[in-house]
DNA sequence: TACCAGGTGGAGT
DNA sequence: ACTCCACATGGT
C-alpha cells in the first residue's frame, strides 16, 4: 500500500451518461461482479483498481451517488479523469428497449441493481481475463491476473511509486514461458493464453480488426482462438468490446434460465438461442442483470 | 472426500 | 450432431 502523497487529491467525476446514481450495491456489482477482474475494495464506499496503463481509486458518494477519483501524482488528472469516464460510462445503452414490461423477472432484477451498466474496456485485456476465467470462481481469476500483472507487467508511468502494474499486452506475453503462466495459477489455461500470444504475435494487426469487425464476424475470428468458445467469445465482445447483442451463457445464467423462466433441463446453446430472441438486440445488458442478481441470490441463502 | 468454479476441445457414439 | 469427460487449481 502506498502513501497518500503519492496521489493526486480526490476529484469530482462527471455524472455517468443515461444513468441514475449509482447505490453502493450496484457500485460494487460493477465493478467487482465479474466484468471486470482488477479490483479490490479499499473500504466501504472506495474501489482500487485499474484497466489498460491506468490506476485510480474510486470512490462512491453514498448519499448523493456522486462518484470521485484519484490517480497516482504522476499521471495527468485530466487524461486520467476521462479515460475513467469513458471507461464507466460504457457503451450506449437504452434499458427501455429491454422487455422488462413484459418480463417480470427481469423488471424484478433491474429493480435490484438500478443503473447496472456494462463496462467500457481494453479489448485485449477483456481477451485474456476471460481466457483465464473458465471453470474458476471471480476471486481465483483475479488471483492469477493479480500475479501475471505483479510478474510480467511494467510499470505503467515512469516514476509511479505505487507498486501496481498494468496486465501484461499480448506482446508482453509472448515472451513469457509457458511454465511461468502456470506458475501464476493459470493451470490448463496457461497454453491457452500461450496459444493465443503466439499467434497474435505472428499476426500483429489481428486483435484490432476483430475488435473493428461487425458482431459476427467478430465472434467466428476469436472461435479460432485456442481456449475460447461460445461464452468466453461473448464476454470478451460485451465486456471488451461493447457489443450488447452478445448474449454469455454461463453456469449462472443456466440455473436462471432454468429457474426463473422454466427452461429446464436447456443446454447453453438453446439458451443462448433463448436469451438473443427474447431479450433482443441488448441482450447482453439483460444478461448482467439477470447475473447480478442470480448471484446475489444464491449469496443470500448461503 | 467429493464436488464446484463466469468452459473448452477432443474422443467416442 | 450429440454426449462424455479430462484439463489444473483452489475453495467449501
Not at 456522486?66 to 445503452?93: I, T
Not at 443446454?267 to 447475473?291: C, D, E, M, N, S
Request: aromatic residues 8%; hydrophobic residues 45%; glycine residues 8%.
Amino acid at each position: 500500500m502506498s502513501a497518500d502523497a503519492d496521489w493526486h487529491p480526490w476529484s469530482a467525476l462527471p455524472p455517468l451518461p443515461r444513468g441514475r446514481p449509482l447505490t453502493p450495491a450496484v457500485f460494487a456489482e460493477l465493478l467487482d461482479g465479474g466484468q471486470a477482474f482488477r479490483w479490490n475494495r479499499l473500504d466501504e464506499h472506495t474501489f482500487e483498481g485499474g484497466w489498460g496503463a491506468h490506476h485510480v481509486r474510486l470512490r462512491l458518494d453514498p448519499e448523493s451517488g456522486a462518484l470521485r477519483f484519484q490517480c497516482p501524482a504522476q499521471a495527468s488528472l485530466s487524461v486520467v479523469g476521462d479515460a475513467l469516464a469513458d471507461y464507466l460510462a460504457g457503451p450506449p445503452a437504452d434499458e427501455d428497449a429491454l422487455p422488462w414490461r413484459s418480463d417480470s423477472h427481469l423488471a424484478h432484477c433491474m429493480e435490484a441493481f438500478p443503473g447496472l451498466r456494462i463496462l467500457r474496456q481494453p479489448f485485449g485485456e477483456t481477451l485474456l481475463g476471460f481466457v483465464c476465467s473458465a471453470t474458476k470462481q471471480i476471486v481465483q481469476i483475479k488471483r492469477m491476473l493479480e500475479l501475471l500483472a505483479a510478474r510480467h507487467g511494467r510499470p505503467p508511468v515512469a516514476g509511479d511509486e505505487t507498486g501496481w502494474r498494468p496486465l501484461p499486452t499480448w506482446e508482453e506475453l509472448a515472451l513469457v514461458p509457458e511454465e511461468s503462466l502456470r506458475a501464476c495459477g493459470l493451470g490448463f489455461r496457461a497454453s491457452h493464453v500461450a496459444g493465443i500470444a503466439r499467434r497474435l504475435a505472428a499476426e500483429p494487426d489481428w486483435l484490432s480488426a476483430t475488435e473493428r469487425a461487425p458482431y459476427a464476424e467478430a465472434k467466428a475470428r476469436l472461435l479460432e482462438l485456442p481456449g475460447v468458445g461460445e461464452k468466453i467469445a461473448d464476454c470478451v465482445l460485451l465486456f471488451g468490446a461493447g457489443r450488447l447483442e452478445a448474449f454469455p451463457v454461463d453456469t449462472w445464467i443456466v440455473k436462471a434460465m432454468e429457474r426463473r423462466y422454466g427452461l429446464v433441463g436447456w443446454k447453453p446453446a438453446q439458451v443462448a438461442h433463448f436469451g438473443r430472441v427474447h431479450f433482443g438486440a441488448q441482450a447482453g445488458l439483460a444478461q448482467q442483470y439477470l447475473f447480478a442478481h442470480e448471484r446475489a441470490a444464491a449469496r443470500r441463502v448461503t
